[in-house]
């Protein structure tokens, strides 16, 4: 069924039995292993916004593919302005709730444009593999890990020049498939999905052609190995401390390939290094319109919950410093959410069909929107007040001897009791002041590739050569 509900994504995951560590230990009931509840749970609020009758028009989507509706943000191949900006609409409505969106689409849809390049190039029949694999993805409500990143050691080598690389390799090519060797980085919600798909992340030479690889696999396949770092919440769903972070966010993998078999079927890439450099490239313009978007939504919870401080503390969004500081946060948003549109009006359709938006555009929108997020978060400690840092814990609260003196000193009037204004202060410290405000800013900083990957792709693509040609023109020279 291509579109399931979030307890049906539960229920799923059974049929699975990924080899998955987590805090040194074996983790073996992903669906209701303490450690791994936040990520189950963001994932299955994503299938039920897709599948829930009140939002699935917006989240699903008609795929032509198999003429049935399908996740717009997990599963849609894009091929159109109206896809791309629709996902933009929602990655920074779902990102403003939960921070983190899942776009795997970006993905699956950048990975489409490459492999079909590398058919074009090399007379291969890798195409019509990952389409039918995309297929059943989309017919199952299959959940991806994207294992794009790898170790890559040495960043001055191509990895055949490095000692002993633990890139993703191909080890030994078989008649009816390959054996694959190595790691990949941070691959987010791994133990709550269903597949694994492999890429390139760089540009390589002929030297490295046995790394210029991709395949896709049942996240269970024999010699996968999960190594899990929990998500950024707390073990216990805090009712009131840590209010979104003991709910949501996804656990981050160092995933192992020991020796693992893919077979020929799902074998999308097997030493075409020259073709390699294209799926950053298209990633560019993708996925980083989108981490425009998801930015947006991001800056937009901080908006929401700087004015809400602002009320709780016996002041309004209207008091003229707070006022200042929540314009200059509405306006960042919206720019980045302008360059996430504006990418979308400047796009090109790729010759497989897939819509890119443009990558000067994006970089510049993600750029910029980047260099903001500590700005903002200060802001929200200057809004809030060092109660931030300072106040007593939830279980402090709920104490009784202690609650009447906390109660006190801690009412600030107006129509907020005590408890509401404690409440959104430690909205405000889960955002501003936690395990996962460095999660914020590790997944808007390097998350989508590293800063200065904005500004190479601007300088390489924005068209210089034409603005001086125009400005020789006016000062007439020959
Ligand atoms: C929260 C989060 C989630 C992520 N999820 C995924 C995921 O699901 N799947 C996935 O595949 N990846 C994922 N990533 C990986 C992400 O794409 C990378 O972290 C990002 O591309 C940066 O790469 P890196 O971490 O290897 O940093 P590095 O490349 O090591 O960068 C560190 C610094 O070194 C500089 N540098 C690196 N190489 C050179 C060089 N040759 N010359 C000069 N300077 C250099 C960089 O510019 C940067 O300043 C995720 C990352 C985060 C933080």
Known sequence: MALLTGKEYIESLKAFSPEVYIRGERAERVWDHPLLRQTVNHLAAGYDAASAPETRADYSVRSPLIDEDVSRIGHHIQTSFEDVTIKARLTREVSGRRVCAGCMSNMLSVTWAMIHDVDQARGTDYFPRYQAFIKTLQRNGYGIAWGMMDPKGDRTLPPSKQSGSADLRIVERRPDGIVVRGTKLHTTYAPGAHQIVAVPCRALGEA?????????????????KLIARPSPGPVHAGAMESPLSSKYLGVECLTVFDDVFVPEERVFMCGEWDQCYKLPLYFACLHRQSKCACSAGHTDLLIGTAALLAEVNGLDAKTSHIREKITDMMMAA????????????EGTTHPSGVFLPDAVVANSGLSYIRSKLAEHLAHIHDVAGGLLVTMPTEADWNNPELRPYIESALAAGGKYSTEDRLRVMHLAQDLAASRLTGTLLGFTINAAGSPVTNRIVVRNLYDLEGRVRIAREIAGLA
């Open 334 to 345: 919206s720019t980045a959410y302008g360059c996430a549109l504006g990418a979308a009006v």
């Open 208 to 224: 490295d052609r046995d790394f210029a690889v991709s395949f896709a696999l049942p996240i269970d396949a024999p010699g996968v």
